[in-house]
């Protein structure tokens, strides 16, 4: 009897093509969770590389400037070097309990996340540590993905540097205008004045600019910026009991 071999239907490859094509999809698949994975662990290392002091961290908008050629203004100045009455005004606006919580204030964020399911218009949670890691690895603009990233680096970073370390280095790294980061940069831009010998009033100015430095202007502030920078300046002035982990 004879045995006619078994002929493939068109277009149907090899089994020894198939075998080759399954392996360099694993091969691929395994290369992608692996960057993957390296990309988000990346911040974590990054954590602790910034522990020492004489490294001097970058934002993601100053490296996109850079990557856009336009260029940046930044002047890194030690915690030491700036005015006390800017450390406190910046507190006051940003985040009160900074130096009593771990990272986020969970109270907050759980109002939060009640009135975001409640449908009401949510109001904002985010404490400096969650700030400076956004600042440092993430990107700007409201996303539950960017905010799901965000907590655990702001708990890490909380961690492993101390508050001190925290401070200086998101007064280096925030934003204070178009191209204008850190607060050496922001005070000699706005006031021309260093950051050690800011006034009152110019720290709650430049304190309340924060939040939205390209519409606020600290240097030319409008009746409303000057209304808030009134409240800080005076939260400011009571702000003892709330700046122990800063300053013995």
């Known amino acids: 009897m004879d045995i006619v071999p078994h002929e493939r239907e068109e277009g149907e490859l090899p089994a020894g093509r198939w075998s080759a094509l399954r392996r360099t999809w694993r091969t691929r698949r395994r290369r992608f969770i692996l960057a993957a ?13 910034y522990l020492t002091g004489f490294i001097h961290p970058v934002s993601t908008l100053m490296l996109r400037d850079l990557v856009l050629l336009r260029g940046y203004d930044r002047q890194w100045v030690e915690f030491d070097d700036i005015a006390p009455v800017l450390v406190q005004s910046v507190m006051m606006s940003e985040d009160g309990q900074f130096c009593a919580h771990n990272g986020v204030d969970w109270g907050q964020m759980r109002g939060v996340v009640e009135d975001a399911l409640d449908g009401e218009q949510t109001r904002g949670a985010s404490t400096i540590p969650m700030q400076t890691v956004k600042n440092l690895y993430l990107w700007n603009g409201r996303s539950f993905i960017r905010k799901g990233m965000e907590l655990p680096l702001a708990v890490v970073a909380d961690l492993v540097w101390s508050k001190r370390r925290m401070m200086e280095i998101y007064l280096n790294v925030a934003e204070w205008g178009d191209g204008i980061y850190g607060i050496e940069a922001a005070a000699r831009h706005h006031f021309g004045v260093s950051a050690a010998k800011l006034s009152r009033r110019q720290a709650a100015l430049l304190a309340v600019a924060l939040p939205n430095p390209i519409d606020r202007n600290a240097g030319k502030p409008g009746r409303g910026l000057r209304r808030l920078a009134s409240v800080i300046e005076r939260r400011a002035s009571r702000s003892g009991g709330y700046i122990t982990c800063l300053y013995d």
């Open 37 to 49: 994975l390296s990309i988000l662990l990346l911040p974590y290392l990054l954590i602790f590389v």
